[in-house]
């Protein structure tokens, strides 16, 4: 019979065994002894074969031998010293007292050695076993530290699991409506049918292990072990394997199921971190974006409110001066709706990944021509500067996303610049890039601004109120869906400028 505890933890542990195989090799080793004694008896003495015999007992120990195959090799040399080299020979009869106490220190040295080398082999295994479990835990500890999502815990937890005591796993996890899935996650080794996950079911929601080799529903199939926090079942841990876990897996599982515990806690709590933090930013943008809007949308229709009240009147329907300006009031406020209602469009477009340039051949000083043209009445108290080239670039562009591009960025310069200010325009041609450089002589953008200038809805601390915070961030698409570049500094002087780059090679 062969006495063995083993397992895949401890499969590298020296384990105590007492097999067949030592018996037999205690005894070829007394008999071959026995006989070389026997011939060289007369020369040695008696009294010498019984050191031999004893110094061969004291050396199994050595060699792994365990207390049985050392007290049977103890025996038989006691037997064979006494039979066959004790005078008077071949009969058991002992006539001195040293004799006697020599065969007594057979047994005695044979039962202390196979004590103590118990005892050494009990202590080598369980610094081995503890040793393992360290290692096991070390690298549990360290993958699960690594692991960046849910899915990374689950699959770290099946896998050391399977390989730490050699069984098939599978983990249930909670849902976002803090009950137990119905499917195993996808890096599990088995599947978990109906019964089973009734059975998993109830323990996710007792906190209580059931199921094979426990007291509840021993008859099942799989170990079911819970896994919670103090406040919250987080999943159910499941164990397929045909023999139970010893003590010693056991505290280790016990080990496992706590770090892993925590590991599916934390990441839990990340998440909820980070949807309280996608709420919270979701709830700033709302906030910021209907502030914005609704001040857009109410100075422009309170002036075409009040400017076709004012048609009421008759002697304002007479007085065309009166008139016309009314007529221009409600217009430019028109257009600011329409320019509001566009930003609004174009950031859906560009949010949705639909923004398609049409490119056609069209001149870029016309470009620039046309964007001054259509924002002429908001130029009226500020001095622009374009000198239009005779012979201007041609290439593939679309025209409508440029051109509300240069409008979107002038605008900026308009309401971030006090009356009277000058505002620039230059051309050049940059090895294959057209350069377009719109700059003021305004007081510049504060340095901390500068990298958050393109983002949506960012407007700069401090600044008038009005705008939605869309136009920047709408060119700078409009520009990248061109395959080009913008970029925002202050220039060395005074004021700031945006430098646009348009590759003219597609």
Excluded at 125 to 134: G, H, P
Aim: with cysteine; proline share 3%.
């Amino acid at each position: 019979m062969k006495i063995k505890i083993s397992g895949k933890i401890f499969g590298n542990i020296f384990v105590f065994q007492s097999s067949w195989k030592q018996y037999l090799i205690s005894l070829l080793i007394v008999a071959a002894l026995s006989l070389i004694c026997y011939a060289i008896h007369i020369q040695i003495g008696y009294q010498t074969v019984s050191f031999i015999l004893l110094l061969a007992i004291s050396l199994l120990p050595l060699f792994n031998f365990g207390p049985g195959p050392i007290f049977l090799a103890a025996t038989l040399s006691a037997f064979s010293w006494n039979y066959f080299f004790i005078p008077p020979q071949f009969t058991l009869d002992i006539f001195k007292i040293e004799d006697v106490l020599m065969l007594i220190m057979y047994f005695i040295v044979a039962m202390v050695t196979g004590v103590l080398s118990a005892r050494i082999r009990k202590q080598e295994k369980f610094v081995r076993q503890r040793e393992e479990r360290t290692n096991a835990l070390y690298k549990l500890s360290k993958e699960l530290s690594a692991a960046y999502n849910l899915d990374k815990v689950a699959e770290v937890t099946i896998r050391n699991i399977s390989n730490a005591f050699n069984v098939n796993a599978a983990i249930l996890l909670c849902g976002t409506d803090k009950e137990l899935l119905r499917s195993e996650h996808k890096s599990s080794s088995f599947g978990i049918n109906e019964p089973e996950w009734q059975i998993a079911h109830w323990v996710f929601t007792n906190r209580e292990p059931a199921g094979k080799f426990t007291m509840t529903l021993p008859s099942s199939e799989i170990t079911h072990i819970p896994l919670f926090s103090v406040n919250k079942s987080l999943g159910v841990l499941e164990i397929k394997s045909n023999n139970p876990l010893t003590s010693d897996q056991q505290v280790l599982l016990n080990a496992f199921v706590a770090q892993i515990s925590n590991s599916i806690e934390k990441e839990y709590l990340n998440e909820e971190a980070k949807k309280s933090l996608i709420i919270s930013e979701s709830e700033k943008l709302y906030k910021t974006l209907f502030d914005s809007i609704s001040h857009e949308l109410k100075t422009p229709l309170t002036t075409i409110i009040g400017a076709t009240s004012s048609f009421k009147d008759e002697k304002i329907r007479q007085n065309t001066t009166i008139l016309s300006r009314l007529i221009n009031e409600i217009n430019i406020a028109a257009e600011r709706l329409n320019r509001l209602v566009e930003n609004l469009l174009d950031i859906t477009r560009l949010e949705s990944g639909n923004l398609k340039p049409k490119l056609e051949w069209h001149s870029v000083s016309d470009l620039i021509t046309s964007a001054i043209e259509r924002i002429k009445n908001e130029l009226v108290e500020h001095e622009i500067f374009f000198e239009e080239k005779e012979e201007s670039e041609i290439f593939l562009f679309d025209f409508a996303l440029l051109e509300q591009a240069i409008i979107n960025i002038l605008l900026n310069s308009i309401n971030y610049t006090s009356p009277g200010s000058k505002i620039s325009i230059a051309l050049s041609k940059v090895d294959t890039n057209i350069v377009i450089n719109i700059s003021d002589n305004g007081n510049g953008f504060p340095k901390e601004a500068i990298p958050n200038l393109f983002r949506k809805f960012y407007r700069i601390p401090g600044t008038k109120s009005g705008g939605t915070g869309l136009g920047l961030s709408i060119a700078r698409g409009f520009i990248e869906a061109h395959k080009g570049t913008i970029i925002a500094q202050n220039k060395k002087d005074c004021g700031a400028e945006f430098i646009i780059f348009l590759p003219t090679t597609k």
